[in-house]
């Protein structure tokens, strides 16, 4: 990387920076300064950075970072945008830029990021009375009933746990990032069993591109959450690049059955979503694989932030769980695999099911033409609302801030509590702007998502039939 102080007032135009766009040859900006992030895999958010190489991470860099956190960067600085160059953007597009930061400014001044202690206080313990009832019915009762009981509760368990370690993890909680990362640990590793910087570097990745398809092989500007195939194909695009053409141009049978009965394979897949997630997290915590190349590039460049607390705390995990499947020592080994796989899949079930609703079925985009920060995150995402017999209080319990997906995506530091307020003023943007804005109760949203998956479907198999009419 060249970042001499000879290059300080170099400008560089839109183009230029469009032509750096693998993790390799990395420019962002920032302001309209430019920076060289090549191979930058010790970049504390890990490789999240490169979703955004050869493009404007100014909007996505105020969402992930504290201030301050700019300094950092100066050392990577190369030189100026050329503003002139911005074509493509029209003077109501720079208003709208900045006025939806001009917003971020006014929550912050309102005090929308910061945590009640109090609430937070509440919702840990509360997640440990689930888990302590939980194990009481197994511990105090042979009833197979209130042990299957059991089991449906330590899926919701895990499932509310999921929704404490996204608090922490993406500092709502904790001005001090170390906290975070250590409630992290707590309600990530231990109580779930899965890997703390295995979720960061996943879900960073989703929160900076949601819904994005990667402009091309060697990028890593995708949404890492689209990557479901050959399970599940959620665009037509999706779909072709993973045809698997053998010798006489046929596609490989299994992936054309998932595509065109995935509608029907959606529930069943999300039952052993954990599972996956449980295998990957392993992997990673023990040095045994990463779930993508970057992810194994920054484990080699970076090591792991906690090395030893996420193995130690995997491991009390499984020991744990295998005690309560066990029975405490009575169980039969099938009573045992019957109650595991219950709550395995009952958690799945419930965290998979709020985690679709909140993108599954809404926009998806080419990576090299994703619209504005706030538009990429408004169209990709789903609110929950209350309706179909489910009251608002359970849904904000079940989805533990996520029914405000939208508003989240928008400010990922916001705590959970602080969304309601929060929302009001986004929907009102929204409408000033002319942006669309997406919400449906669990019945409709889960019907779109289905719907969306069998239109991907028909769409494959019509042009399957057209391509290859004899078969």
């Known amino acids: ?89 029209t003077p109501e597009q720079f ?16 005090g929308m ?18 888990w302590a009832l939980a194990c009481a019915m197994v511990y105090l009762s042979d009833s197979k009933v209130v042990h299957f009981a059991s089991a449906c509760l330590l899926g919701l368990f895990w499932q509310q746990c999921g929704w404490l370690a996204h608090d922490f993890l993406h500092h709502q909680v904790f001005s001090q990032r170390k906290y975070g990362d250590l409630g992290g640990i707590f309600w990530g590793n231990l109580m779930q069993g899965y890997s ?26 995708g949404d890492p959450d689209m990557d479901t195939m050959p399970l599940l194909a959620w665009s037509l695009k999706q779909a072709r690049s993973f045809r698997q053409l053998n010798a006489d141009g046929n596609d490989s ?52 932030q906690f090395p030893i607390l996420e193995k130690v705390g995997i491991a009390l995990h499984h020991a744990w769980v295998l005690v309560l499947c066990s029975g405490f020592g009575r169980f039969s080994f099938l009573h045992g695999l019957s109650y595991f796989l219950v709550s395995t899949c009952g958690c799945g079930l419930f965290l998979a099911l709020v985690f679709g609703l909140g993108h599954n079925g809404m ?14 995150q408004v169209t990709t995402s789903r609110n ?21 997906q939208v508003d989240h995506h928008l400010f990922p530091m916001i705590p959970r509590h602080n969304l309601t307020q929060c929302h ?35 769409d494959f198999m019509e042009e399957f039939v057209t391509e290859f009419p004899a078969m």
Request: hydrophobic letters at 40%; a neutral charge.
């Open 1 to 89: 990387m060249c970042k001499t102080a000879t290059n300080e007032k170099k400008k560089f135009t839109w183009q230029q920076v469009k032509e750096h766009s693998t993790a390799e040859d990395a420019w962002v900006v920032y302001n309209n300064k430019v920076y060289d992030v090549s191979n930058w895999y010790e970049h504390p958010g890990g490789a999240v950075i490169f979703t955004h190489a050869g493009d404007d991470m100014t909007d996505i860099f105020a969402a992930f970072h504290a201030p301050g956190s700019y300094s950092a960067m100066k050392r990577f600085y190369i030189g100026d945008l050329d503003v002139s160059s911005l074509t493509h953007k």
């Open 95 to 110: 208003a709208f830029e900045k006025g939806y930061r001009r917003l971020r400014t006014e929550l912050i001044k309102m």
């Open 113 to 130: 990021f910061k945590s009640s202690k109090g609430f937070y206080a509440y919702k840990c313990t509360f997640n440990m009375c689930m």
């Open 196 to 221: 703390m910087q295995w979720w960061k570097n996943k879900h960073n990745g989703h929160h900076a591109v949601p819904n994005l398809e990667n402009s091309h092989p060697s990028a890593t500007d």
């Open 253 to 304: 049978a299994s992936v054309k059955f998932f595509i065109k009965y995935q509608a029907f394979t959606y529930f069943p897949i999300l039952l052993l979503a954990r599972l996956s997630w449980l295998n990957e997290s392993a992997k990673t915590a023990f040095n045994l694989g990463a779930s993508s190349k970057n992810a194994q590039i920054e484990l080699e460049r970076k090591g792991l």
């Open 363 to 376: 926009a998806t985009y080419d990576a090299e033409t994703r619209p504005d920060f706030w538009k990429l």
């Open 384 to 404: 929950i609302t209350a309706g179909h017999g489910f009251p608002k209080f359970f849904v904000d319990w079940l989805c533990g801030g996520l029914q405000y």
């Open 424 to 458: 009001e003023l986004v929907v009102s943007f929204c409408k000033e702007w002319g942006v669309k804005y997406h919400e449906a109760d669990l019945v409709e949203g889960t019907i779109e998502v289905l719907e969306h998956l069998q239109s991907v479907s028909d």
